[in-house]
DNA sequence: GTGATGATTGTTATT
DNA sequence: AATAACAATCATCAC
């Protein structure tokens, strides 16, 4: 069928029109988020003996992907936002939990994710890239007001951060 | 107790 | 065109 259609590109490339792909005139704002708040609280744990590799922290010299913020970036930089499959991970999680109590961590969890997501066709799929696309959206929105902002006085430091001392 | 790592794919930015 | 890096999450390791 179809699916190959459009699978092209979801990207939205570019401006503004673009998205009329999938984006109607009327909806300008369409946040279907499935938020959830749950917190998981596990059980202690403490065993372990997998030979992971030693992981030395001392980042001497970064492979491939140094975790922390290196980049002195500020902080009103918008951040990149989830992937498409990051939020498919994300409903994956819940239900792989569920069916795999077992399972500790998003690495296995990633594993199967990863599998999974390339057997899924374009239209389960394009639900996600739905999302994403409009958060990149939001996040182009955002990234120019931080260079506006940024140009505008990058010195200009949020004084009203909330540190207060409690 | 804190910081860092690993794993997954997708998107962006840079060259 | 292709590569690099980063995005979230959480159990686990190292010190």
Known sequence: ???????????????????????????????????????????????????????PKSKSKPKSKPKKKNTKIDARMPKK???AFFYFLEDFRKEFQEQNPGIKSMRDIGKACGEKWKTMTYEEKVKYYDIATEKRAEFDRAMVEYIKRKESGEDQESEDDSEFDE
């Open 1 to 55: 069928m179809a699916k190959k259609a459009l699978k092209s590109k979801i990207s939205r490339s570019s401006s503004t029109s673009a998205a009329s792909a999938k984006n109607s005139p009327s909806n300008q704002k369409m946040v279907l988020r499935a938020k959830s708040s749950e917190k998981m609280k596990s059980s202690g744990q403490q065993s372990v003996f997998r030979d992971r590799e030693m992981r």
């Open 81 to 83: 936002p989830p992937t």
